[in-house]
């Protein structure tokens, strides 16, 4: 293992843990405000077939992006009717989402462009253009410095800087203002939030719609970033995973961060070394690909500590009369 | 979640739609992973469709959601009177041991594995000497001298592909670096392209400069990687070749279509039992079409071509590494 496939590896990283870091951080404002949010890899999927299908159609990754984040929305807002104003089961909304997202994409996809549920492949101004940071080019020579920002830094999709940039946004919103403060004493106490004269529902939404642009961006990502082109169940289980990030960060942003990029550099490293050598023992390729899933209940498990969630969350609010 | 309900059972029952067809009819029942798969199961669907246009006659199919429904859409074809039923994938194995000998008056075709029973015909493919052949062409394109193998599961079957793959290769060039790797070991490593285009993009940085594919829906990401990185890739299954012309090499044929074709044409009475389709059958090959004969030089198809008839003639044997789990050759 030397240098170079360090930074290959570490470049992996960032781009898979992309998707996973904007379903976290959804999936933790939701619940943070009260609302269990099972259905990020529905809306994950629905963004992802939105965005690949208006990409191909108008050959702007932008607008498909847009078109993305309208989808995710609209599904969020269906899960804030049914587990908000209508107090149903939030666990099961957002299981019903997965379905519906996982039935709708291929049945639509398959209306609009008879492929067997994907959309054609993308090209040219339908994907996600890779940046170049500034002075990339100059620095990659530079020992140590010059791998680093010019091989794992630089060269990814717009998308990839704004997910991390949200991290910090997040914790700001959550902890530095008035509205997030709101929102998690709406997810812990929402009756001492009802008292204080703010609304129990105003609130729920709105997480639950940021919730929502951010699944829009995580499946937007995945279909014109990640990959050309939509085919049915490309989520493939990041949401849950997202939602084990989560609960290992215990509804923290920046662990949140930390959580994704050790699932994100777990799945580069079960791609890049599948039949090596550990100390003179051979690992199977079953092996290596189990690892992160192995990891995943180990961490939960063992080293979490005690993850308590939000106390409010799960419980619908009823207003006292 | 009352209002919810009915729209998800109505996407699911969507998901299943089953062709009309009155009963006596044959009936192909696809795989995971999908009927347009642009591979494995499109070729079956090509086969039908052909024998449907000429012979003006109607079957029904169907496509499997998970693993779940093998034996249960097995069943309902067979109680529906269709015969016979083509059975599309070696995961149908244990489904066809358990559902044929339910329906002896039936014609069950197993495409890709074998199962020995009165009523059922086992169509298996020499994936190996069609993988060789490739290999050849991969090895001799290579500048780089590494070349690689994406497979979706690391299963007899697919190693079969990579074994014969690397056996072409180190018989042009014995020196070739080969590197192999696998997306997964659950259903979705057939369904991930995000998973084959990291993994694509991983061998090529360690210098491979044509990748084999050989992942189903997974190896649609590993062709597109391919086409980005400016290196060749090669397709598998069905004709590759038109989805980045220029880019993909060639595509290791696996002539399914005309094991469908042939299953619905002899109808009911089929012989039953296994039939190999290889090299001498014309049942594997690799492509050459309008979209890449301008990579493939006329040394190069020369030396194919020897290859061919030397294995064809039996001077020439490929291994296959499903007979005893080793290849000489990794």
Redesign the interface.
Known sequence: MDW??VV?VLD?TL??ATPLLFACLAGLISERAGVFDIGLEGKMLAAAFMAAAIAYATGNVWLGVASAIVASVGISL?HGV?AIT?R??QL??GV??N??A???T??IAQNWFS????TP?LSGGGRMPRLDLPFADALRDVPVLGPIYSGILSGHALLVYIAFLCVPATWFLLFRTRFGLRLRAVGENPAAVDTAGISVVGLRYGAVAIGGVLCGLAGAY?STG????F????T??RGFIALAAMIFAKWRPWHAMGAVLLFGFL??VA??F??IEILGVGL???AM??LPYILTVVILAGFVGKAIPPRAVGTPYVKEH | MTALKPLALSASALALTVGMAQADSPALIFDLGGKFDKSFNEAAYNGAERWREETGGSYREIEMQSAAQRVQFARRMAEAGSNPIVVMGFQNAPTLEEVAPDYPDTSFVLVDAVVDLPNVRSVIFAEHEGSFLVGMLAAMASETDTISFVGGMEIPLITAFACGYAQGARAVNPDIEIIVNYTGSTPEAWNDPVRGSEIASGQISQGSDVVFAAAGGTGLGVLQTAEDEGVFSIGVDSNQNHLHPGSVLTSMLKLVDQAVYDAFTEGPDMETGVVLMDLASDGVGYAVDEHNEHLISAEMSEAVEEARAAIISGELTVHDYRTDSTCPAF
Do not use: Y
């Not at chain 1, 492929?115 to 994907?118: A, L």
């Open positions: 170079i496939m290959q992996s781009r898979l269906l049914a209508f149903g089961n099961i909304s019903a989402i379905f519906l996982a039935g709708l291929v049945v492929q067997g549920g994907r492949s995945l990640l990959s050309a082109g085919v049915q169940e490309m493939a289980g799945e580069a791609n890049r599948q039949s199977p390729v079953q690909q189990a």
